[in-house]
């Protein structure tokens, strides 16, 4: 084969295969003010694509700050999120920029900015969903609050294993006249709804933990002094002494030292 026609193949193939229609801001009969128009990204170079991408997000962005001038202006905080769960996931640009301009197109028409707004502040819990960002990797220490209920939000992804422990020494109680207890509690069996944590090997006083997946489902379960919990979803974890109310709890004090009960979360096995 001829270099010529080698030549004239890449020119035809070339030819053949016309560029990606550009992306730019446009308006329609009807609209009050531009929307942002992604190009057809599926037609696109990888390399052009990745360019288009940013450059849809930046488009977006910008009106969604109010740049724009067109009466488009959603919170910072918001549009803050939304860019930052999609520069970890720039593949779904795509998909949100033409839904983003459906709802541009039904506003600048003359619909209600709210539908938009709704979709916006959604976007980060929906693009997120079923993901864990943040596992228990380290070693958190912190110190148990007694006057307050429950205290201390921690992600937990699931399958975690965390390995929670309070300090034996340190002593409080929960009534004026009560006995000086450390986490593991009184003598007593917490019985009764009133207390956060009323199953078996709950007692009152003691340090109790508490788990909320992400579909919001419960479980609280005693700790006392030590215990490793198990997460079943992704969820928070949070703590607290299992006591009906809190304002007359109160640390021992020797002299000007007075008791804190440390808590540790970290890894477990």
């Known amino acids: 084969m001829s270099w010529l026609l080698l030549v004239d193949l890449a020119e035809a193939k070339r030819k053949k295969d016309p560029p990606p229609p550009p992306q730019e801001w446009a308006v329609e009969e009807g609209m009050k003010a531009q929307c942002w128009y ?9 390399g052009d694509r990745r360019l288009a991408r940013q450059a849809s997000l930046d488009a977006m962005r910008a009106q969604w ?5 067109d009466g488009v202006k959603f919170e910072d905080a918001v549009v803050d999120d939304v860019e930052l769960v999609l520069l970890g996931r720039p593949q779904q640009v795509e998909a949100i920029a033409r839904a983003n301009l459906e709802l541009c197109k039904t506003f600048m028409k003359g619909g209600e900015i709210g539908l938009w707004s709704s979709w916006l502040s959604a976007l980060p819990g929906k693009l997120t969903e079923g993901e864990c960002l943040q596992p228990l990797t380290y070693t958190l ?3 148990l609050d007694i006057a307050r209920s429950w ?3 921690i992600t ?10 309070a300090t034996v020494n340190d002593k409080y109680r929960i009534s004026d006249k009560g006995e000086w207890i450390n986490a593991n509690g009184t003598a007593e069996k917490a019985i009764g709804a009133d207390y956060p944590c009323n199953i ?12 909320v997946t992400e579909k919001g489902v419960e479980t609280i379960f005693p700790i006392g002094v030590g215990t490793t919990f198990t997460a079943p979803e992704n ?6 002494i299992n006591d009906i109310t ?4 109160t640390y021992f004090r020797s002299a000007t030292i007075e008791d804190r009960t440390a808590v540790t979360i970290e890894p477990g096995s």
């Open 38 to 46: 992604p190009p057809v990204f599926e037609l696109m170079a990888e």
């Open 65 to 69: 700050l109010g740049q724009r001038d």
């Open 141 to 143: 220490f912190d110190y």
């Open 151 to 153: 205290q201390r939000p």
């Open 156 to 165: 937990l992804c699931q399958g975690d294993v965390a390995k929670i422990t």
């Open 200 to 211: 078996e090997g709950c007692m009152v006083g003691m340090l109790v933990g508490r788990f």
């Open 235 to 240: 969820g928070e974890i949070t703590w607290s």
């Open 246 to 249: 809190w304002y007359d709890n």
